[in-house]
């Protein structure tokens, strides 16, 4: 019955809508001679489409796609019971780390047919804790949360991409922190570092506590003294250099030994280099300097930043495929998906001088 309900009643295509009518499918209809049930079965590639004559699916695609025919949206959402939507949180929206994630996140998204609503909280636990809520009344059907910290678990899938807590229903995307560590750690040791900077991020941050475990484990295998005086904490809840800045400069006016500063990220490593600058140490003749996650600008900075390269954008495309998987029930998944780091050598680090004087602050 579908196959003569579809065939077309004459050869040639009736007359063009009239200037300014809307495409529907009954427009298309009229114009094709062929029921509207029909076409959307072309068009959705739905199930028995395959029934349908291939001259007649073709006659099909050429009239949307003449007439610029765009299937209704609502229509579609009603039908299949879905919004095609997932909400996102971040905490800056000019973050280089949550930007690069989005990359991935929004060309797989679109490759699905999907849409997302993004909202920034600015690491406020009350927006973090209100912004979900505030999307789930537009509909969303899941979450992908971006080096946010969730408190507590959600009633739709959720994915995290650098996530560290355990939380029902949530799926952590996770870099390896401990081998980012040792490559970052013995990358210096290799080349004769044996008084080493390091800084730790803010509780702010969902790497945070992991990371700094894990730098300060391969420390202890590598036997490195790690005395307070060489640690420096950051306070700041910002995304531009001045996060590492003020800290490297702590550093120096303290008047502690050390040849290089393993930093928190690369925006503080950026900011460590300034500092340096201005105490009078170049990079990397006094002093090394290692970034962390390979941002677009690390490759470009004078000097350009050795580091540990995180994936990002792959990881972005991780979290978007296992959420829309999870959505649609194809596949489960265990509560940590690892993502392997990398080290990238630029020009940031070099042997120690030994000709460096004691440090001690310049002007």
């Known amino acids: 019955m579908l196959q003569l309900e579809c065939m077309p009643k004459r050869a040639k295509a009736g007359a063009d809508p009239q200037p300014g009518q809307p495409i529907s499918l009954r427009t298309l209809g009229d114009y094709l001679n062929l029921s509207p049930a029909t076409i959307s079965l072309v068009l959705n590639n739905a199930p028995g489409v395959r029934s349908i004559p291939q001259e007649t699916r073709d006659r099909v695609t050429a009239a949307a796609a003449k007439f610029d025919y765009r299937p209704s949206f609502f229509a579609r959402s009603l039908r299949k019971r879905q919004t095609f939507t997932v909400g996102v949180l971040v905490p800056e929206l000019s973050d ?209 930043l050795t580091t540990i390269r995180q994936p990002l954008t792959q990881m972005g495309t991780v979290a978007a495929r296992i959420l829309l998987q999870r959505i649609r029930g194809q596949a489960t998944f265990p509560d940590v998906v690892p993502i392997r780091p990398e080290l990238v050598i630029r020009e940031s680090t070099c042997p120690p001088n030994p000709k460096r004087a004691t440090r001690s602050k310049r002007s």
Not at 114 to 127: N, T
Not at 167 to 192: F, K, P, S
Not at 289 to 302: E, K, L, M, R, S
């Open 96 to 304: 280089n780390y949550a930007t690069e994630v989005l990359v991935g996140v929004e060309e797989f998204l679109i490759e699905e047919g999907y849409f997302y609503l993004i909202a920034s909280h600015r690491r406020k636990p009350d927006l973090i804790e209100e912004y979900p809520r505030l999307l789930m009344d537009r509909s969303v059907e899941g979450f992908i949360l971006i080096d946010t910290i969730l408190a507590k678990s959600l009633t739709l899938p959720v994915v995290v991409v650098a996530g560290h807590r355990k939380i029902e229903g949530a799926t952590n995307v996770l870099l390896d922190q401990r081998r980012a560590a040792e490559l970052a750690l013995r990358h210096l040791y290799q080349l004769g570092h044996r008084k080493i900077a390091f800084m730790r991020g803010g509780s702010h941050s969902s790497d945070a506590d992991d990371r700094w475990d894990c730098l300060m484990a391969v420390a202890r295998d590598l036997k490195l003294a790690v005395p307070p005086e060489l640690t420096v904490q950051l306070e700041l809840r910002v995304s531009t250099p001045q996060l590492g800045f003020e800290p490297t400069n702590e550093l120096i006016q303290r008047g502690a030994e050390f040849t290089a500063i393993v930093c928190y990220n690369d925006i503080s490593a950026i900011g460590a280099v300034r500092a340096c600058r201005d105490h009078g140490l170049q990079v990397p003749t006094d002093v090394s300097i290692v970034g962390f996650d390979d941002i677009q600008g690390a490759a470009f900075h004078i000097p350009s």
